[in-house]
């Protein structure tokens, strides 16, 4: 991270991935002064309008940004969190970003032994095309070859 990122973005959706990578945020955060946001966005599905409450949805989005905030706290950092409603995740997340004037996105990826032509999954190539911004995978490691499923 560069001295002049102030503004730092960290979308979330509750695996562990997204919290690490929201822990380590904090850290640059509050080293850097930076001002920290999280996004938790909730796809709706075609059948339904944008402004749907898609009941079923919000409550994992509330329960996800609320166990960010706790870790925010735990690590003496403020955030914006923010639950929002979008068709998919990558341009809503591109979108935020730009709109807000972040500097920086920091995403979470789960580890999967992916073959084909999208190995990152469709969110995280997404904005490593479209991102108005730097981007910055953080993804867990991978599982010890022993645990692979045949």
């Known amino acids: 991270m560069r001295p002049t990122d102030k503004r ?27 001002e920290l946001h999280s996004v938790y966005i909730s796809e709706i ?10 009941v079923q949805d919000n409550p994992r989005g509330e329960q996800v940004l ?12 403020r955030v914006q969190a923010q639950l929002l409603q979008a068709r998919h ?18 995403l979470g990826l789960s580890y999967r032994r992916r073959l084909g032509p999208n190995p990152l999954g469709s969110t995280a190539s997404y904005l490593l095309n479209h ?4 981007i910055l995978f953080w993804r867990e490691p991978p599982l010890p070859v022993a645990t692979w499923k045949r």
Do not use: Y
Request: glycine residues 2%; contains cysteine; aromatic residues 4%.
């Open 131 to 134: 991102a108005p911004c730097q």
């Open 66 to 77: 609320s166990r960010i905030e706790a870790i925010a706290a735990e690590e003496k950092c």
């Open 8 to 34: 730092i973005l960290v979308p979330v959706n509750g695996v562990r991935a997204s919290e690490d990578a929201f822990r380590w945020a904090c850290h640059l955060a509050r080293q850097n002064k930076a």
């Open 45 to 54: 599905p075609l059948e339904f309008s944008l402004n749907t409450e898609l």
């Open 89 to 106: 995740a990558g341009p809503a997340i591109a979108l935020e970003a730009e709109d807000r004037n972040m500097e920086m996105i920091i």
